[in-house]
Structures are given as structure tokens and as C-alpha cells.
Nanobody, 122 residues
Framework: VQLQASGGGLVPAGGSLRLSCAAS????????MAWFRQAPGKEREFVAR????????RYADSVKGRFTISRDSAKNMVYLQMDSLKFEDTAVYYC????????????????WGQGTLVTVSS
């Protein structure tokens, strides 16, 4: 399984970015796709997730109303639209996939992409 994240970059506060995650190597039906992030000196944290079949979404409180996760089943792509970016959104963003949710945290995700850096200037 390969997850290839892209779309990171430098953006001013208040700006927008769209991250993409290309998924390949298996059938992702029944999977849960998610974005996590890790800021310098901090632990990795959950950002958003989407179920592959129904498109059901969930967000961290810190990004609710500003970020939107979506998936394109035909293209095997997952996206994270990030609007109204804040300095504290600066982090490496990782795409991840889980077969199912058992623990309800990052332990469920067994496939991870390489990360893409998002830098928000204040």
C-alpha cells in the first residue's frame, strides 16, 4: 500500500491550501482515511477522517469549520481543503489509512504517507 501526500507549502495566515493523498496498492472499500499532523516539538495529532464507503467525516475541534476532508473513490484520492489557515496550523501533514476503527486513535492507522509540510506565516 502506498499513500502519497502532496500540496503543502508556504501560505500567509488567512489563506488556503488543498492537500492531496494518492492511495494505491489495495482496495480501500470499507477503509477509513485520515489526515494527521505533527508540529515541531509536539506530538502527532488527529486532524480529520472520512469513511471510504459513505463519506462520513469527523474533525478535530481545532479545525472544525475551517478544514474539509473528502475522497474521490474513482481516483483513489483523499483531499484536505484547508481554509482560514492560522499560524498554529503549521505542521507536517500525514495521510493515513485504517481497515477499521478499534482504538479511535492513531493506532488504528496501519498505512501512512510520507508527509507534506504546511507552513503558515503570521
Amino acid at each position: 500500500v502506498q499513500l502519497q501526500a502532496s500540496g503543502g507549502g508556504l501560505v500567509p495566515a488567512g489563506g488556503s491550501l488543498r492537500l492531496s493523498c494518492a492511495a494505491s496498492g489495495r482496495t480501500f472499500t470499507n477503509s477509513v482515511m485520515a489526515w494527521f499532523r505533527q508540529a515541531p516539538g509536539k506530538e502527532r495529532e488527529f486532524v480529520a477522517r472520512v469513511t471510504w464507503n459513505l463519506g462520513t467525516t469527523r474533525y478535530a475541534d481545532s479545525v472544525k469549520g475551517r478544514f474539509t476532508i473528502s475522497r474521490d473513490s474513482a481516483k483513489n484520492m483523499v483531499y484536505l481543503q484547508m481554509d482560514s489557515l492560522k499560524f498554529e496550523d503549521t505542521a507536517v501533514y500525514y495521510c493515513a489509512a485504517a481497515r477499521s476503527l478499534h482504538y479511535g486513535d492513531s493506532r488504528d492507522y496501519i498505512w501512512w504517507g510520507q508527509g507534506t509540510l504546511v507552513t503558515v506565516s503570521s
